[in-house]
C-alpha cells in the first residue's frame, strides 16, 4: 500500500471533499481519509435509523448554562454533511463577512479587510460544478403557511439548492439522497476524480495524529478499517473533519494554540410545527423549500425561517414539546397520529461564537456553550415569530424542538492575528507550516445563513493556494 502523497486531506465533507477533488483534478497525488463509510445512491433509503445507523455520527450533546440542552448533528461518511444536509446554496452576506476581520484581523492582501468579493470567483465555481438552481416549485404545505410571512411583513422567497431537475421532493434530504439529484461532494468533486483514476480514497480510516516533524506537517498516523495502525507522508496536510472534530484532532497533535477550539459558532436551530386540519404531507418535500430573510440581520432580530418541513417520524416523536415540557403518554401518541396534518418551520438563529470545543484531561471531548443576552433574545425572538406565522395560518396547535446544530463553525478560525486566529489567510497553521485547516472551523464568525457553500468556497480557495505553492 502506497505511503506517499503530494497533499493527505482528512475528512471528505463540503473543505476536504472539494479540497482533495480539485487538487485531484490538477494532477497532484491525493490521498483522502474519512472516518466514515463510503455509501453511495445504491444504499439511500428512506429509512431513518438505517441512515443514522451508517450516515451520521452519533447524537452529542452541550448543555448550556441555563439549561437548555444542544444536540449536534453532522454526517460522518464519504461526503460528509453534505451526504445528508438540505443542499441549500446560499452565499454570505455582506454583512455577515464584515465581521470577520474584526474578529480575526482577516485580511485578503495583508492590509484590506477580507470581503465577500474575494469570495466571488469561488462561488461562482462552485455553483457552476454543482449545478445551483432556484426552486420554485412550491408544495401545498408551502402554500398553506405564505399568507401568514407576507400578512407579517417577511415574505417567503425561493432557494437556491445544490439539487437537479431528477430531484422527487420525496423529502429523503438527510437519509442521503436516492436519485443523486442532491449534489454532495461524494457524488461530484470526489465521485468524478476516483473514476478518472486521479484519487485515492481509504474509508473507515480513524486519523490519530498529525506527524510534525522540526515544525512541519510531515503526514498523518491512522488506523485503517482493518483496525491496522499506519503512516502516511505527505507534503502538505489539510484537516477538514468540520468545526468540532478538527481542534481535537490538533490539540492531540500536540498544537498549543490558545486559539484552538475556541469562538465555536453554533447557529442554533429549531423546529416549530403547527397542526392543521387539513393534510400538510410537510415530509414530502425538499425539506427546506423556501425562506424568509426579514430578520436576517442582527439589527432586524438576527433569525432566518426556512419552511417547509417536518422531522422524519422517530425525529419528530421524540424531540416534540411545548411550554409545559415535551409531549408524553396520551398527548404525544395524539400528535404522531396526526402527523400528516403538522406542517413546520425551521427557524435558524444568529449567534456571536461563545462555544467552545474541549479535549479534557482523559483526551474525551466537551463541548461548552453559554449563550449571552443578544443570543438568548434572538432564540425567543425566532420561536415567537414561527409561532405566530404557523397560528396565523390556522393551526390549532404549536409544538417545537429543543436547539440543535448543524451549522457549526469557526472553532480553528482563519486572520492575520495569530493571537485570535488558528490558521492566516490561506489556510496554514500558524504554528505548523505545511499544515492547514479546509472545513468550517475556518469561518472566523457564524453566517446568518447555511454555510456549506461558503465552505466549498473557501475550500477552493484553498485548493488554489496549495496547487499553486506546490
Given at each position: ?24 483534478g ?7 481519509l ?11 433509503t428512506r429509512?431513518?435509523s438505517?441512515?443514522?445507523?451508517e ?14 440542552v ?8 464519504v ?14 452576506h455582506?454583512?455577515?463577512?464584515a ?6 484581523g ?5 492590509s484590506?479587510?477580507?470581503a ?7 462561488y461562482?465555481?462552485?455553483?457552476r ?27 417567503l422567497?425561493?432557494?437556491t ?20 439529484a442532491?449534489?454532495s461532494?461524494?457524488?461530484?468533486y ?14 473507515d480510516?480513524?486519523?490519530e ?9 510531515v503526514g498523518?498516523?491512522?488506523?485503517d ?15 477538514a473533519?468540520?468545526?468540532l472534530?478538527?481542534?481535537?484532532l ?40 423556501a425562506h ?10 438576527g ?7 417536518v ?10 414539546g411545548?411550554?409545559s415540557?415535551p409531549l ?11 402527523y400528516?396534518?403538522w ?23 466537551r ?5 449571552n ?15 405566530e406565522?404557523?397560528e ?11 436547539i ?13 492575528d495569530?493571537?485570535r486566529s ?17 472545513d468550517?472551523s ?16 473557501l ?12
Open positions: 500500500m502506497k505511503d506517499s502523497f503530494d497533499v493527505v486531506v482528512v475528512g471528505s465533507g463540503a473543505g476536504g471533499g472539494v479540497v482533495a477533488g480539485e487538487l485531484a490538477r494532477g497532484r497525488d491525493v490521498l483522502l474519512e472516518l466514515g463509510s463510503h455509501h453511495t445512491a445504491a444504499s439511500f429509512w431513518e438505517k441512515a443514522a445507523l450516515l451520521m455520527w452519533p447524537l452529542r450533546f452541550a448543555f448550556a448554562a441555563d439549561g437548555d444542544v444536540t449536534f448533528l453532522a454526517g460522518r461518511c461526503g460528509g454533511t453534505t451526504t445528508i444536509n438540505t443542499k441549500v446554496a446560499l452565499r454570505a455582506e454583512r455577515d463577512v465581521k470577520w476581520h474584526p474578529a480575526s482577516l485580511t485578503s492582501d495583508g484590506t479587510p477580507f465577500v468579493a474575494d469570495l466571488a470567483p469561488y461562482d465555481r462552485v455553483e460544478r454543482l449545478g445551483v438552481r432556484e426552486r420554485t416549485d412550491w408544495s401545498a404545505s408551502v402554500r398553506t403557511v405564505e399568507p401568514a410571512f407576507r400578512e407579517l411583513g417577511a415574505p422567497e425561493a432557494v439548492a445544490y439539487t437537479d431537475a431528477n430531484c422527487s421532493k420525496c423529502g429523503s434530504c438527510i437519509q442521503g439522497c436516492p436519485t443523486n442532491g449534489k461532494t461524494m457524488n461530484t470526489i465521485a468524478e476524480a476516483l473514476a478518472r483514476g486521479l484519487l485515492e480514497l481509504r474509508a480510516s480513524r486519523v495524529r498529525i506527524l510534525v516533524d522540526d515544525g512541519e506537517a498523518v498516523e491512522y488506523v478499517a482493518r483496525g491496522a495502525r499506519r503512516t502516511v507522508r505527505a507534503g502538505a496536510v489539510v484537516v473533519c468540520g468545526a472534530n478538527t481542534p481535537q490538533l490539540l492531540r497533535s500536540g498544537l498549543t494554540n490558545p486559539a484552538i477550539g475556541r469562538n465555536l459558532g453554533i447557529h442554533p436551530v429549531r423546529l416549530v410545527y403547527g397542526l392543521f386540519d387539513e393534510i400538510q404531507d410537510a415530509h414530502m418535500v425538499y425539506p427546506i423549500t424568509s430573510m426579514a430578520h436576517q440581520h442582527d439589527e432586524d432580530g433569525f432566518v425561517i426556512e419552511a417547509t418541513t422531522q422524519d417520524p422517530i425525529g419528530f416523536a421524540t424531540t416534540l411545548d411550554e415540557g408524553w403518554g396520551r398527548s404525544l401518541v395524539d400528535a404522531v397520529r396526526r400528516r396534518h406542517n413546520g418551520v425551521l427557524a435558524m438563529v444568529n449567534d456571536e461564537n461563545t462555544s467552545a470545543v474541549v479535549v479534557d484531561e482523559s483526551g474525551g471531548e463541548f461548552d456553550v453559554a449563550w443576552e443578544n443570543e438568548r433574545q434572538r432564540l425567543d425572538a425566532a420561536l415567537a415569530f414561527s409561532r406565522v404557523l396565523r395560518a390556522g393551526a390549532r396547535q404549536v409544538c417545537w424542538s429543543g440543535a446544530s448543524t451549522h457549526v463553525q469557526g472553532s480553528c478560525r482563519m486572520g492575520d495569530p493571537s488558528v490558521v492566516d489567510r490561506n489556510g496554514e497553521s500558524h504554528e505548523v507550516r505545511r499544515l492547514f485547516v479546509g468550517a475556518l469561518v472566523p464568525r457564524t453566517l446568518s445563513v447555511n454555510p456549506s457553500l461558503t465552505i466549498m468556497a475550500a477552493t480557495r484553498l485548493a488554489d493556494h496549495l496547487a499553486d505553492a506546490a
